[in-house]
């Protein structure tokens, strides 16, 4: 029915609903049908935030800045006419925050390797908005796929320290939606562990040992044997 009012569409004019702190943003509230004139209130939390009048059924335009996490949403838009009892109501709108992420931090449990052995090493942004996307680097050489982790967690891959080669600079780089604000890591570096002789403890405890022996028998032969042989003369 032409003259009925329809709930109205709440949307962005940007076309999207990712925003920055500080960010300036325009809300378009309309309704498809309905006897003009249409009045415009929008709420954000059932709370009244602004009002705009239409003479026919063209959008009605909300000005917001997102200066805090209070400003994300949830937002909702309502329409009545001259007709109308009540009103009707839109969707309901909430902003994504986009954080620029920190400088990531690269890790892994042991610095000191042996030739042979596996390690890991992992990449963490501590701050940033999600997802986040990491890509590990050996000399600037790329050494695994792009990593785009949805939760706060560390992207991790596994190496085999197989030659000199691998002891080389080791970093990653972390980037999410938040435009230019790429951010390389600290560099690693794995250091060659020196490998233990274990013969040469053993040497020197069986060395002990037979020098105890040889003075447990030379006391034997003063304490014992002598005094015995000149008792039996």
Do not use: W
């Amino acid at each position: 029915f032409p003259g009925m009012l329809s709930n109205p569409r709440l949307i962005p004019v940007s076309g999207t609903l990712n925003v920055m702190m500080n960010q300036n943003v325009t809300l378009s509230c309309r309704t498809d049908s309905g006897s003009p004139p249409v009045r415009y209130t929008l709420f954000k939390h059932d709370q009244k935030v602004a009002t705009a009048n239409s003479t026919d059924l063209t959008p009605g335009f909300f000005k917001l800045t997102i200066s805090s996490a209070s400003d994300m949403g949830g937002y909702k838009c309502k329409a009545e006419d001259s007709s109308s009892s009540g009103g009707k109501y839109s969707n309901s709108l909430t902003f994504t925050l986009l954080e620029p992420i920190s400088k990531p931090l690269l890790s892994s449990p042991t610095s000191q390797v042996k030739k042979g052995q596996n390690v890991t090493l992992s990449c963490l942004s501590e701050n940033g908005s999600l997802p986040i996307t990491y890509i590990f680097f050996k000399e600037r050489r790329t050494i695994s796929p792009p990593m785009k982790m949805q939760k706060r967690e560390a992207a991790v891959i596994f190496r085999l320290i197989n030659s000199s080669s691998d002891f080389g600079t080791y970093k990653c780089k972390a980037e999410n939606s938040f435009r230019n604000n790429t951010k390389y890591s600290n560099s690693f570096n794995f250091t060659l562990a020196e490998e233990t002789n274990h013969s040469r403890p053993l040497i020197i405890s069986l060395g002990l040992i037979l020098l105890l022996l040889i003075i447990g028998l030379a006391l034997a032969i003063h304490f014992f044997v002598i005094p015995s042989y000149k008792a039996s003369e």
